[in-house]
């Protein structure tokens, strides 16, 4: 299989992207479509008249979203529902609330780096329950849905952070080893590549194609939990202690939807499944993790793991 290469960098925006793609008749949904990343993505998904739902734990911040894209004059009509990704009702509701085809499913919305070990009511890490296992029972139940929709595509935000762990499967929920922050951070967003891989294998049949991207680095409120320190060893604050905008390498929130925007939508991804993009183009196979910037390790790709996962996955939630 060759490597999928488009005209798009990482200097490109998702209006770029997006600009002369049609989509009115098809229906979007964003998981964290309220802020950074995913209203970004959801914003050029209703430019290009997709009816687009945010889905958001926090709906008056949704509301204000949903409010700022069409007050910038997008034809799609935008909706907002709950949904919190740590609340297995939440979900429920929000799959049963869902009526008539889903065309593209945007799993963006994600917690990084919780300082402290969290577990959620079913005592499973929070960072993991939240970025992988909460978007996995949203999927898999919004199946049909997507399956109406006949050629949907699931897009799945994860990270560069992959790099820092393979999914420890005999200790997803670090109840043997210590707690760190970015081992459970990366191993949550390893978990959602090989989920992409799990899905894009069992519903090829069903015409549904699922990928997964890093944005590239964007200043968000994802680096919330994130200290002074931490925040100069990723280059988010200058030498006097200043928190940069956008800092050097980094990109705007525009420009990190852009590859969600490109696997929504963009005819150049049209049946492509079971990949990691980033800065809109396939990204290389690497042997060791980088910088932690760019590339994909093996482990996040492979087939036996995505097995794995997918079982682990539907023990858990039907557990
Ligand atoms: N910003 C970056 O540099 C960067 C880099 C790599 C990957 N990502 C990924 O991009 C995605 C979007 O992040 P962002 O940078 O726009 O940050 P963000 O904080 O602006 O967006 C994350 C969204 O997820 C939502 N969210 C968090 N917990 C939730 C829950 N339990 N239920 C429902 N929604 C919940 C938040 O409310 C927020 O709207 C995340 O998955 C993140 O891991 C971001």
Redesign the pocket.
């Known amino acids: 299989m060759s490597r999928i290469i488009t005209p798009y960098s990482a200097r490109s925006t998702a209006a770029e992207v997006i600009a002369g793609i049609d989509l009115s008749g098809q229906r979007a949904v964003v ?9 970004e993505t959801a914003r050029a998904l209703a430019d290009a008249g997709a009816e687009v739902t945010l ?4 709906t008056a ?1 949704g509301e204000r979203a949903a409010t700022d894209i069409t007050a910038g004059g997008a034809p799609g009509k935008v909706r907002v529902d709950h ?5 297995r009702t939440s979900i429920d509701a929000f799959v049963t609330g869902w009526t008539g085809p889903l065309h593209i499913l945007v799993n ?5 780096a919780l300082p402290e070990l969290t577990r959620t009511a079913e005592g499973w890490e929070a960072q993991f329950a ?2 992988h296992l ?1 978007h996995a029972a949203l999927t898999l139940g919004l199946h049909d849905a997507l399956a109406a929709a006949h050629g949907a595509r699931v897009v799945v ?5 992959h790099q820092q762990s393979p999914v420890v499967f005999d200790d997803i929920h670090f109840t043997a080893r210590p707690y760190e922050a970015w081992s459970a ?1 990366g191993q949550s ?1 390893t978990a959602t590549i090989l989920f992409t891989v799990a899905l894009a294998k069992r519903w090829a049949a069903d015409g549904i194609t699922a990928n997964a991207l ?11 939990h994130l200290d002074d320190a931490q925040l100069r060893w990723v280059g988010a604050l200058d030498e006097q202690g200043n928190r940069l905008g956008v800092p050097p390498g ?1 990109k705007t ?1 525009q420009q ?1 939807a852009a590859t969600s925007v490109l696997l929504a939508a963009g005819p150049e991804v049209e049946g492509v499944t079971g990949r990691y993009f980033e800065d809109g183009n396939e990204a290389q196979v690497i042997a060791e993790p980088t910088d932690g910037r760019s590339g994909v390790l093996p482990y996040a790709l492979d087939d036996k793991n995505a097995d794995l996962l997918w079982d682990e996955t539907i023990r858990l939630l039907e557990g």
Do not use: C, E, F
Not at 55 to 58: F, I, K, W
Not at 83 to 87: E, H, I, R
Not at 108 to 112: H, L
């Open positions: 998981t964290g479509g309220a802020s950074g990343i995913g209203l889905a958001v734990r926090d911040a949904l919190d990704l740590a609340d963006n919305a994600g917690v990084m939240i970025n909460g935000v994860s990270s560069s952070a951070y967003k890093h944005p590239g680095g964007i200043m968000t409120n994802l680096q919330r980094w929130p990190g």
